[in-house]
């Protein structure tokens, strides 16, 4: 019997800058087409290498694509069974076969029209959007590469319940390190906040924190509203509740904050955008598929059929 994961479907949007109106399952679909093996199709990467496995054009439309991550020539360690006569052991480690190197993750990418699904398992959703990037400039689409981003799409069920009990808390969360190189290129509220706040702290670390070391520590931001203050109340309130639903709407990071509203209520970043749970069948340290097509294909339809697709 096969073993079972429950892994995540996310509901993203190409959205094209300007007065652009493009179709990404087009411009990608050309792409691939010129990129005929996975020599074509392999980028360097910070962590390692990624690779386009392989691409398929589906019936009704969409292309779906599945992308590895992998580091070149990376041995694994492995771990010995138990035994009744080893009172210790050691692990030991074991290069690649030859011609193959091991995975360090894979994410799924269905792509139809301007709607993306991304499966990850074991990545970042960013290697999907590295790799399309990749892909443009490998085909000398220079232009293409820099005039989109995939966003993501909020939740309508959550956002009503965000507007009937306001927001009463907003934690901000993330890697110092990363909120200091991006600092330059994104414009979201929580960049802001944290690009100008991890200058600042780098700044304070650096006599006694290693390059390497400062990429371990995280910043967390916190801004509430104090209802029992009576003074600019409505005001400040109102304020609050707009941040929020802006980073709801910009921030491109799933796990990136939370928000308490009002009756104490919990939302997750994953909770404000579109997703879905599926349970599919693991092979190896990734998942089948076949398993992980048929997901995103029904729930691309299904995103079509409650009209999620046209919001």
């Known amino acids: 019997m096969s073993l079972s994961c429950t892994r995540t479907l996310f509901y993203r949007r190409a959205v094209w800058s300007g007065s652009q109106s493009n179709d990404l399952e087009r411009i990608i679909t050309d792409a691939h087409q010129k990129l005929p093996n996975t020599e074509n199709r392999t980028f360097p990467h910070r962590l390692g290498k990624i690779q386009g496995l392989k691409y398929f054009l589906a019936e009704n439309g969409g292309i779906f694509l599945h992308i590895g991550l992998y580091r070149p020539n990376q041995p694994t360690s492995i771990i010995p069974q138990p035994s009744p006569q080893s009172p210790a052991t050691d692990l030991s480690v074991c290069p690649p076969p030859d011609g193959h190197d091991y995975?360090?993750?894979d994410i799924f990418v269905l792509i139809k029209n301007n709607h993306v699904i991304l499966c990850p398992s074991g990545v970042h959703e960013s290697i999907a959007t590295?790799?399309?990037?990749?892909?443009?400039?490998?085909?000398?689409?220079?232009?293409?590469?820099?005039?989109y981003t995939v966003d993501p799409i909020v939740n309508t069920d959550n956002l009503r319940i965000l507007n009937r009990e306001g927001v009463k808390e907003i934690e901000l969360s993330g890697a110092l390190y990363s909120a200091s190189v991006e600092h330059i290129e994104r414009t979201t509220v929580q960049r802001k906040l944290f690009g100008s706040l991890a200058q600042e702290i780098r700044g304070m670390f650096a006599s006694d924190v290693t390059p390497n070391g400062i990429e371990n520590l995280n910043v967390c931001v916190t801004i509430s509203f104090d209802s029992r203050k009576k003074e600019s109340k409505l005001t400040a309130a109102s304020r609050v509740a707009d941040i929020a639903k802006k980073?709801?709407?910009?921030?491109?990071?799933?796990?990136?904050?939370?928000i308490v509203t009002g009756k104490g209520n919990h939302l997750s970043a994953r909770q404000m955008r579109v997703s879905e749970k599926v349970q599919l069948r693991l092979e190896g340290n990734t998942v089948v598929y076949n398993d992980v097509m048929n997901a995103v294909l029904a729930y691309m339809n299904k995103l079509q059929r409650d009209g999620t697709l046209s919001q």
């Open 103 to 105: 995975l360090s993750g």
């Open 130 to 147: 590295s790799y399309l990037s990749s892909v443009l400039l490998r085909v000398d689409q220079h232009e293409l590469a820099k005039s």
């Open 247 to 258: 980073i709801v709407a910009d921030e491109p990071e799933d796990d990136g904050f939370k």
